[in-house]
């Protein structure tokens, strides 16, 4: 049982002008373009990118598969 004498210990005051929460920053709530963008553009060059392997097309493949990595690793770097 907490005895009267042991909880007005506890007691914090509030001097007039102070806060009793600290000041936090709201997070911002929105869209955030670049990493939509970038993984957009990851995902359709995957899809053009099956689809031209299905085809039988193997020109540019390669340097459509080296363009996607680019935009894998550029999310990663900006996103961490």
Same mark, same amino acid.
Not at 39 to 51: R, V
Not at 53 to 59: E, P, Q
């Given at each position: 049982?907490?005895?009267?004498?042991?909880?007005?210990?506890?007691?914090?005051?509030?001097?007039?002008?102070?806060?009793?929460?600290?000041?936090? *920053?709201?997070?911002?709530?929105?869209?955030?373009?670049?990493?939509?963008?970038?993984?957009?553009?990851?995902?359709?060059?995957?899809?053009?990118?099956?689809? *031209?392997?299905?085809?039988?097309?193997?020109?540019?493949?390669?340097?459509?598969?080296?363009?996607?990595?680019?935009?894998?690793?550029?999310?990663?770097?900006?996103?961490?």
């Amino acid at each position: 049982m907490v005895n009267k004498a042991d909880s007005a210990e506890k007691v914090v005051e509030i001097k007039q002008g102070q806060s009793a929460e600290p000041d936090v *920053r709201p997070a911002r709530k929105g869209i955030y373009l670049l990493p939509n963008l970038l993984t957009t553009g990851a995902l359709f060059g995957g899809f053009t990118q099956y689809y *031209r392997g299905l085809a039988g097309s193997m020109n540019g493949l390669l340097w459509q598969f080296l363009l996607l990595c680019y935009l894998m690793a550029l999310m990663v770097v900006l996103l961490v």
